[in-house]
C-alpha cells in the first residue's frame, strides 16, 4: 500500500545535531544531494593510495638535499631516530597500516554506524582522517616515524574504515532503483582521491620547500584542514530517508528476480551464511590479482619494453644507462597514472551496468574476461605490441574497481538494505588479506624469476598465469552464492523497529513528499564543488600520460 503521507519526527527523539532521527529527510528534497556528500568525504580519504609521493622527500627529511644514511639502521630503530633519515621501505608500511586498519574498524564498528548514521559516522571519520595528518605533520616537524605510524596509519585507518563505508546503505536505501549505480558514484572517490591529493601535495610541497624543509608536514597539516572542510561539508549534506521510502512513482520489478530479497538479514547471522563467505572469497581473490598489477605496475612496464618505451628497441632494461632508465620510468608513472583513470572509471562503469545485468553475472564478466586478459598478457608482451598491453591492463583495472564499487549492491541483493554497511564493512577483511597475499605473490615470484637468471622482459609470465589461476577461484567461488535461507530472514516488526523514529513509521510506503530528485540550483552546486577537483585530477593525469604515446 502506498501513501503520501509526510512522517514527522515523534515528540522527544529529535536527538542531537549529529544523530540518525535528526537527519530523515523531508517532503521536497532531492536525493542527488547525497551522492556529492559521499564523494566529499571518499575523494579526501582516498588520498591514502596517493601517500607514496611524500616516500622519497621524507627519505631526506634531515639532509634536504641529501639523506642521512644509518646503514646499521633497523625497523624499530628507525621509529625513535632522531639522527638519521628514514628509508623508503620503513615509510613504506603505512599502506600496511591503511587497510590493516581501514578492514578491521569497518567490520568492528560497522554495525555502530549503521546504529547512530551516516553524518555521525562522517564526523567521526573526518576528525580521525584530518587529526591523524596533523600527528603524522608533528612526527614529521620532531622525527619521530612512531608518531606517522601512529597519526596516519592507525587514527588515520581508523578514519578510512569509517569514511569508506559511511554513505553505503544510505546511498542504496535512496536509489533503490539504481543501486550499483548510487555505490559506483561514491566508491569511484575512493579510487579518485590520490588522483587529485598526490599532485595537489607535490605542489604544496614544493611551495613550502627551502633550505631546511622538504616542506611535509607543512603539507600535511594544509591537506588536513582543506580535508577537514571538505569531509564536514559530506558528513552534514547526509540525509537518510523515511522508512519504508521509495521513489516517486518507482515500484520493484514484478519479474521474478531470485538473487534479489525483499528481506532483511541480520548483521549477527550474515557471517554465518554461505553466500556471506563465497562473496568474500571473490572479493578477495578479484583484489588479490588487481592489488598485483597496481603494486607492479610501473616495474613490470619499464622491464617488459625497456628501450623500446623511448625508441631504442634493441636495448633490454639492463643495458640502458641511468639516464635512460629516467627516461623510461617517467613514461611509467605515466602507465600509472592511466591504469588510475580505468580504476576509477570502472567503478561507476561497472557499478552502473551490474543494475541492468546483475551482480552475479557482472562478476562473472570481472572473472572469465580477467582470466583471458591475464593469460594473454605475456603474448602481447613479447609481441611488441606496447598498445595491446596497456589495454589489457585497463580493462583489468577497471574491473578491479568495477568489483569494489559492485559488491555493496551485491550485498544489498542477497541481505537485504537494512545492515548492509556493517555487512560491508565486515566483508572488506577481505580487502585487508587481499593486501598482503597479492604483493606477496608478486614480489616473491619475480625475485625467484630474477635469482634463476630469468631475463627482465620474462619476469612477470608466470606471475599473470598464477594471478589468472587466483580469478579461476574466484569464478567458483561467485557460481555457489545462492539466496539465503528463509530462517536468517528478520520479522518485519524487528526491521521497522531499527527504523529512524519518525511518526510515519508505520504508514506503509511511498515517497513521503519526497520525489525522484534531478538537477536544480542546489544539487548542481553541491556537484561543482566535487566536480571540479576530479575534472582538474583527471586533466592533469590524461597530461602525464600522453607520455606513453609519444
Known amino acids: 500500500m502506498s501513501t503520501t503521507a509526510v512522517p514527522t519526527a515523534l515528540p522527544g527523539r529529535s536527538g542531537g545535531l549529529l544523530d540518525r532521527d535528526r537527519i530523515v529527510a523531508g517532503p521536497g528534497f532531492n536525493r542527488w544531494l547525497v551522492p556529492p556528500a559521499a564523494l566529499a568525504i571518499h575523494l579526501c580519504i582516498g588520498m591514502a593510495y596517493g601517500f607514496s609521493v611524500f616516500w622519497l622527500p621524507l627519505s631526506r627529511a634531515l639532509g634536504v638535499q641529501q639523506p642521512v644514511e644509518c646503514p646499521d639502521l633497523t625497523l624499530f630503530g628507525s621509529l625513535f631516530t632522531t639522527s638519521c633519515d628514514w628509508r623508503v621501505a620503513d615509510l613504506g608500511w603505512m599502506y600496511t597500516l591503511?587497510?590493516?586498519?581501514?578492514?578491521?574498524?569497518?567490520?568492528?564498528?560497522?554495525?555502530?554506524?549503521?546504529?547512530?548514521?551516516?553524518?555521525?559516522?562522517?564526523?567521526?571519520?573526518?576528525?580521525?582522517?584530518?587529526g591523524g595528518m596533523l600527528i603524522s605533520a608533528l612526527g614529521v616537524y620532531v622525527h619521530q616515524l612512531w608518531l606517522m605510524w601512529l597519526g596516519s596509519g592507525v587514527i588515520g585507518g581508523i578514519g578510512l574504515g569509517l569514511g569508506y563505508i559511511s554513505p553505503v546503505s544510505t546511498l542504496i536505501k535512496w536509489f533503490p532503483d539504481r543501486r550499483g549505480m548510487a555505490t559506483g558514484m561514491a566508491i569511484m572517490g575512493f579510487g579518485?582521491?590520490?588522483?587529485?591529493?598526490?599532485?595537489?601535495?607535490?605542489?604544496?610541497?614544493?611551495?613550502?620547500?627551502?633550505?631546511?624543509?622538504?616542506?611535509?608536514?607543512?603539507?600535511?597539516?594544509?591537506?588536513?584542514?582543506?580535508?577537514?572542510?571538505?569531509?564536514?561539508?559530506?558528513?552534514?549534506?547526509?540525509?537518510?530517508?523515511?522508512?519504508?521510502?521509495?521513489?516517486?512513482?518507482?515500484?520493484?520489478?514484478?519479474?521474478s528476480r531470485a538473487m534479489i530479497t525483499e528481506h532483511q538479514v541480520n548483521l549477527r547471522d550474515a557471517h554465518k551464511t554461505r553466500s556471506f563467505w563465497m562473496i568474500w572469497?571473490?572479493?578477495?581473490?578479484?583484489?588479490?590479482?588487481?592489488?598485483?598489477?597496481?603494486?607492479?605496475?610501473?616495474?613490470?612496464?619499464?622491464?617488459?619494453?625497456?628501450?623500446?618505451?623511448?625508441?631504442l628497441p634493441d636495448l633490454g632494461f639492463g643495458q640502458l644507462d641511468l639516464d635512460q632508465k629516467r627516461a623510461i620510468a617517467a613514461i611509467a608513472a605515466g602507465f600509472t597514472g592511466l591504469l588510475s583513470l580505468f580504476n576509477i572509471g570502472g567503478r561507476f562503469f561497472w557499478a552502473s551496468v551490474s543494475d541492468h545485468f546483475g551482480r552475479k553475472r557482472t562478476y562473472y564478466v570481472f572473472f572469465l574476461l580477467g582470466i583471458a586478459l591475464y593469460a594473454?598478457?605475456?603474448?602481447?608482451?613479447?609481441?611488441?605490441?606496447?598498445a595491446l598491453f596497456v589495454l589489457i591492463f585497463a580493462v583489468i583495472l577497471s574491473m578491479y574497481g568495477g568489483g569494489f564499487a559492485t559488491v555493496p549492491a551485491y550485498l544489498a541483493d542477497i541481505f537485504g538494505t537494512q545492515f548492509v554497511g556493517a555487512i560491508h564493512g565486515r566483508l572488506l577483511t577481505a580487502w585487508s588479506t587481499a593486501g598482503i597475499i597479492g604483493p606477496v605473490i608478486v614480489n616473491y615470484i619475480r625475485e625467484y624469476e630474477k635469482a634463476a637468471g630469468v631475463p627482465a622482459d620474462r619476469f612477470y609470465d608466470v606471475t599473470l598465469y598464477v594471478l589468472a589461476g587466483l580469478l579461476v577461484l574466484g569464478l567458483i567461488a561467485n557460481s555457489l552464492v545462492r539466496p539465503v535461507a528463509e530462517r536468517w530472514y528478520m520479522r518485519q516488526e524487528d526491521v521497522l523497529a531499527l527504523q529512524p523514529r519518525t511518526a510515519g513509521t508505520t504508514l506503509g510506503t511511498g515517497s513521503f513528499g519526497i520525489g525522484r530528485g534531478g538537477l536544480d540550483a542546489k544539487?548542481?552546486?553541491?556537484?561543482?564543488?566535487?566536480?571540479?577537483?576530479?575534472?582538474?585530477?583527471?586533466?592533469?593525469?590524461?597530461?602525464?600520460?600522453?607520455v606513453l604515446f609519444r
Open 376 to 386: 594473454l598478457a605475456p603474448t602481447a608482451a613479447h609481441s611488441g605490441s606496447k
Open 281 to 311: 572469497l571473490l572479493l578477495c581473490l578479484n583484489v588479490s590479482a588487481g592489488i598485483g598489477v597496481i603494486g607492479m605496475a610501473s616495474p613490470m612496464l619499464q622491464e617488459v619494453f625497456g628501450g623500446q618505451l623511448i625508441g
Open 523 to 546: 544539487s548542481a552546486l553541491a556537484w561543482l564543488l566535487v566536480g571540479g577537483p576530479i575534472a582538474w585530477g583527471v586533466w592533469v593525469t590524461i597530461a602525464k600520460a600522453s
Open 192 to 255: 579518485g582521491g590520490a588522483m587529485i591529493g598526490a599532485p595537489l601535495a607535490d605542489i604544496l610541497m614544493t611551495y613550502f620547500r627551502d633550505q631546511a624543509s622538504v616542506g611535509v608536514w607543512q603539507t600535511f597539516v594544509t591537506l588536513a584542514v582543506i580535508y577537514f572542510v571538505f569531509m564536514l561539508g559530506g558528513a552534514f549534506g547526509y540525509r537518510v530517508p523515511p522508512a519504508n521510502w521509495r521513489p516517486d512513482g518507482w515500484t520493484p520489478p514484478t519479474r
Open 98 to 130: 591503511f587497510f590493516v586498519f581501514l578492514g578491521s574498524s569497518a567490520a568492528i564498528w560497522g554495525g555502530w554506524l549503521e546504529r547512530v548514521g551516516p553524518r555521525k559516522a562522517g564526523v567521526v571519520a573526518a576528525c580521525c582522517w584530518c
